[in-house]
């Protein structure tokens, strides 16, 4: 390899042939891209040492894909809907309608579901809504049931 040292008014440069820049910019990426792999690694491993759960690639995969947190949570744990269902405390079809999207579930219905799982809250995150985005019939009819019951106890 031919090196040329020239002095110029920024400082002394190396000139070298084209194939070696661009074999040592090859080498510069990699270690660069090993260095970033490393990071991730460290960082893997510091969120497993603090209680992270681990999960197969297949399942991470499917969470990252959208599909529905706790149907693939719920199966990956070999749990049917009727086992989950009753563990935390609703019926089986209320379970198969918030998998399948029909219904939504509130953050309670979550934070016992992720209790169930033994999974952080926030991976059933993209599934939780308001109950009144759960339950709107339910909430709606409160609202007027409420106030209708404290009128009527008011005016005895």
């Known amino acids: 390899m031919k090196v040329r040292f020239e002095t110029t008014p920024d400082g002394d440069v190396a000139v070298l042939p084209r194939a070696e820049y661009e074999r040592?910019?090859?080498?510069?990426?990699?270690?660069?891209?090993?260095?970033?792999?490393?990071?991730?690694?460290?960082?893997?491993?510091?969120?497993?040492?603090?209680?992270?759960?681990?999960?197969?690639?297949?399942?991470?995969?499917?969470?990252?894909?959208?599909?529905?947190?706790?149907?693939?949570?719920?199966?990956?744990?070999?749990?049917?809907?009727?086992?989950?269902?009753?563990?935390?405390?609703?019926?089986?079809?209320?379970?198969s309608d918030v998998e399948s999207g029909k219904r939504k579930g509130t953050l309670e219905l979550h934070r016992k579901t992720a209790r169930v799982l033994d999974v952080p809250l926030d991976l059933l995150a993209p599934a939780i809504v308001s109950e009144q985005e759960a339950k709107p019939p339910r909430v709606a009819r409160r609202r007027h049931v409420i106030p209708d019951m404290r009128q009527k106890r008011g005016s005895r």
Request: proline residues 4%; glycine residues 8%.
């Open 24 to 95: 040592l910019v090859a080498l510069a990426a990699e270690a660069e891209e090993n260095l970033g792999t490393a990071r991730l690694v460290a960082q893997a491993r510091k969120d497993i040492a603090n209680g992270a759960p681990l999960l197969p690639l297949a399942v991470a995969d499917a969470l990252a894909n959208g599909e529905n947190p706790i149907r693939v949570l719920r199966a990956f744990r070999d749990l049917t809907q009727i086992e989950l269902a009753g563990m935390i405390g609703i019926t089986q079809g209320y379970l």
